[in-house]
Nanobody, 124 residues
């Protein structure tokens, strides 16, 4: 059973920064393509960032490009999301997930394992 646990969320002021972590256990992390999604109240879960298994490729939602950075440490089975220049629109629960490598990696339906999420709140 693959288990994902997010951490690092909290409350930060507009323009601040936070770093999220996602610890993965029970599987072969180094073979997984991974992503971060987020969901604000009343909104659908939306794609944030994606990374391939060996960190060769990354991709970002336009709304976070140049502000967020997705990285991973395959030796420690941890996925990271560094978030800079945070805005109130970034307020959401952030989730990490394992891609099933079938459909679009921006579609949350194409992910088979999920963490429970960590809350990020940006106050103005």
């Amino acid at each position: 059973q693959v288990r994902l646990v997010e951490s690092g969320g909290g409350t930060v002021q507009d323009g601040g920064f936070l770093g999220l972590s996602c610890t993965v256990s029970g599987g072969t992390f180094s073979k997984y393509k991974m992503a971060w999604f987020r969901q604000a109240p009343g909104n659908k879960r939306e794609f944030v960032a994606f990374i391939t298994a060996l960190s060769i490729s990354t991709d970002y939602a336009n709304s976070v490009r140049d502000r967020f950075a997705i990285t991973r440490d395959n030796a420690k089975n941890i996925l990271f999301l560094q978030m800079n220049s945070l805005k109130s629109d970034d307020t959401a629960v952030y989730y990490c997930a394992v891609y099933n490598e079938r459909g679009s990696y921006k579609d949350p339906r194409e992910y088979r394992y999920w963490g429970l999420g960590t809350q990020v709140t940006v106050s103005s």
